[in-house]
């Protein structure tokens, strides 16, 4: 077993409770196997680790599990990210004087004879009369020192929606704090936001789509979780993670992580310190500092406005961000556009390829307009083959004779 190391990222070593290396039976192999394809199966069928980033950090995680195997550090990277100080009940209890919370989340990992046993992480632990002391930073690494939030915390969470962020709560290990993803485009999810109060005093609302998710660890204190998610909105609006308009906060993809985490620890540990939050950033910090002691080339105007921002983000209820005028996307509609007129004023059939998108464009703009006979005089250039395997225009071209006449 490792002695506990405050300087360092700690896992109890399961293997004097796997059981010897005794042959094992055909009864345990074939249930090794089974847990063995159901993890494969796992991994192949979600997107857990599908990013180069994501999987990047699941082989961090599995070196620093060193006195596990790889596949059983894997299986507790799966259940609870974070979880880096873990063991079986018994041994908690013998060893360092703790016993499970009630409720707490085991943790499954493979034995050669069991087939499997489970495992806890610290945070789902609580101390006896008898216990030893762990180092803070194992047990709550992030949780503040001094001082306390009030209303803040839901005042940013809900202000936060506004941007397209959805926090939610996790159960996560004790070395987790949170963390933040830009939303697939293929996701449609929206929340309300509220953008004022009627005249009978009843709150107004708008759906805003939803474009990243931030994710909190639900095991820490309302402290912890505040600094948490000053952290991760530092990281969207240094421009970590893009922009939908360079109006509201810059694009910088593309910086080395040590500045990205100075920047966002940079942002929490100064609006923190400015609400009379001690936040332990100082040990963070450390960890991306180079050898020379040298802070990372990060940008100062960047964490000044970042920082400025989240501070009236936690205060005071804000407007809805102004709409974004996408010239790009006008450019482009004018571009189709410009090609449906080619093909309304042709004197000839269309051949060969057509540009569908151009189409659509054009017969979008025609129904607004209820100019049915555009999109007939259209529709009957192009071969009666082409428009049939495009049900949406063949619809359109329907409905427009049926309507065509009235105006």
């Given at each position: ?141 992030f949780e503040a020192r001094k001082g306390h939030i009030g209303s803040e915390l839901e005042t940013v969470i809900a ?249």
């Amino acid at each position: 077993m490792m002695a506990p190391d405050s300087g360092q990222q700690m896992a109890f070593d399961l293997r004097q409770d796997e059981g010897s290396p005794s042959e094992a039976s055909p009864a345990a192999t074939w249930e090794q196997d089974t847990a063995t394809r159901a993890l494969d199966d796992l991994f192949s069928h979600t997107f857990q680790y599908r990013t180069g980033k994501a999987y990047h950090g699941l082989l961090q995680f599995i070196a620093h599990f060193h006195c596990y195997s790889p596949f059983n550090a894997m299986l507790v990277h799966v259940q609870m990210p974070g979880a880096v100080f873990v063991a079986p009940p018994h041994r908690w209890l013998r060893d360092y004087g703790r016993r499970i919370r009630a409720g707490a989340h085991p943790l499954v990992v493979l034995q050669p004879m069991g087939p499997v046993m489970f495992v806890f992480d610290v945070s789902d632990t609580e101390a006896t009369e008898d216990a030893l002391p762990l180092p803070p930073e194992v047990e709550k690494p992030f949780e503040a020192r001094k001082g306390h939030i009030g209303s803040e915390l839901e005042t940013v969470i809900a202000n936060a929606k506004r941007d397209g962020l959805r926090i939610t709560h996790s159960m996560e290990g004790s070395q987790s704090a949170g963390s933040i993803q830009a939303v697939t485009e293929d996701v449609a999810v929206s929340q309300k936001f509220q953008t004022g109060i009627d005249k009978q005093r009843k709150p107004i609302f708008t759906d805003i789509p939803v474009k990243y998710d931030l994710v909190v660890n639900a095991k820490t204190g309302r402290e912890a979780r505040y600094a948490t998610i000053v952290h991760e909105l530092a990281h969207l609006y240094c421009g970590h993670l893009g922009t939908p308009c360079d109006r509201w906060w810059p694009d910088r993809r593309g910086l080395r992580r040590n500045v990205r985490e100075f920047e966002a620890e940079s942002v929490a540990h100064m609006v923190c310190a400015r609400s009379g939050i001690d936040i332990p950033s100082e040990k963070y910090l450390a960890c991306y500092v180079d050898s020379t002691e040298q802070v990372p080339p990060i940008s100062l105007e960047c964490v000044m406005k970042a920082a400025g921002l989240i501070e009236t983000m936690s205060r005071q209820r804000m407007e809805p961000r102004k709409p974004i005028e996408d010239k790009e996307a006008k450019r482009r509609v004018g571009s189709l556009l410009k090609v449906f007129h080619d093909y309304r004023t042709s004197s000839e059939n269309l051949r060969g390829w057509i540009d569908l998108e151009a189409i659509d464009t054009g017969f979008k703009k025609a129904l607004r307009e209820r100019d049915y006979d555009t999109i007939i005089a259209v529709a009957d250039k192009i071969p009666e083959n082409v428009l049939q395997k495009d049900p949406k225009l063949f619809t359109w071209y329907e409905n427009a004779l049926m309507h065509s006449g009235e105006n």
